[in-house]
């Protein structure tokens, strides 16, 4: 499921990470890799700010539906 569906606070560990090869590997340069755990914070207004990889990074709801946990 995408990462726009998981609740706040719960830890997720990351199956896939779609989009074109460009969004791809922006997403692995903020941490979004393949078997890595990511934890919502917060959503407002479709953007959300996740902890990955001990930072914390705020993404756009079409990034967050390229996620796949």
Not at 6 to 35: A, C, D, M, N, Y
Not at 41 to 64: C, L, Y
């Amino acid at each position: 499921m995408p990462l726009t569906m998981i609740r706040e606070g719960e830890p997720s560990v990351i199956k896939r990470v779609g989009g074109k090869e460009e969004v791809k590997r922006f997403l692995e340069t903020l941490g979004f890799v393949v078997g890595g755990t990511v934890t919502v914070v917060s959503q407002s207004n479709g953007n959300m700010i996740v902890n990955v990889k001990d930072s914390r990074v705020a993404i756009g709801k079409d990034m967050a539906n390229k996620i796949m946990v």
